[in-house]
């Protein structure tokens, strides 16, 4: 059974989340709903949507899986539709759909030069359009909920320590994380100066997490070890090891807090040290 917290701060509240049957979101969404927070599972992917939802439901919680392409208006519209008839509106949106593709990485027998043009823009579109557009549909739901509550709303969006410092074999994904979090700066202004403060946008930066996105890079399909690649990042994190899902939790409760209301705009780095160690 879920473990709530008494008296929480979260209780109550209405939670959607692109890419929520994924396993970094997945995560948020059962930590969220442990908390008393109605959770809307949205993923193109319906039966994981459903399948994700029914496990918390099971738990304890209240949750929900729907269909939504983060690539398309259409979809989205229809998700916002289902929300506010369902729940009466949105307090939080979590924009954690994106990942890398491996034919947009560079290796030995594919250079930079020969990238496809279709890969490099998919990986800009799931990335940077996928979390532009949930922010103007689903977004326009929590300004209206806050308007008529009187209440606060959350967007946090996921971007990657790749926008803060690119890494090597992955252009198309560090660049497009890099615009996530140029973004999220940008709409915290924009909401604040031209509706409400009391709408904030921030971001995780998540560093090494294994992932489904990424475990090709990170993991050797013969031994089961560390790539070289992985060898050398964990290697270079003082933590000692790659991240887990768990640890975006504490931090995405402080981003939701309402005594954080005076933290809005910024990017912040969960990644085990990597970015502070200068290799010596």
Known sequence: MMEEREGSFLTG???????????????????????????????????????????????????????ADVLSRESLVAVRELISQ??????????????????AT?????????????????????????????CQVLGELILETVQKSGGYGNIVNISSMNAFRPLTRIPAYSAAKAAVSNFTQWLAVHLAQNYTPRIRVNALAPGFFLTDQNRFLLIDEKSGGLTPRGQTIVAHSPSGELGKSDDLISTLFWLLDPKSRFITGIIVPIDGGFSAFSGV
């Open 86 to 103: 369902k729940f009466g509106g949105l307090d939080i949106l979590i924009n954690g759909a994106g990942g890398n593709l491996p034919e």
């Open 13 to 67: 509240l209405t939670a959607a989340i692109t890419g929520g049957a994924g396993e970094l979101c997945g995560k948020m969404a059962q930590a969220l709903a442990a908390q008393g927070v109605k959770v809307i599972i949205l993923d193109v992917a319906a039966e994981r949507a459903e399948e994700k939802a029914a496990a918390i439901v099971q738990d304890g919680g209240q949750a929900l899986g729907l269909t």
């Open 106 to 134: 560079t290796n030995d027998t594919r250079d930079f030069f020969s990238l496809p043009l279709e890969a490099i823009r998919r990986v800009f579109e799931l990335n940077c359009l996928g979390t532009i557009l949930p």
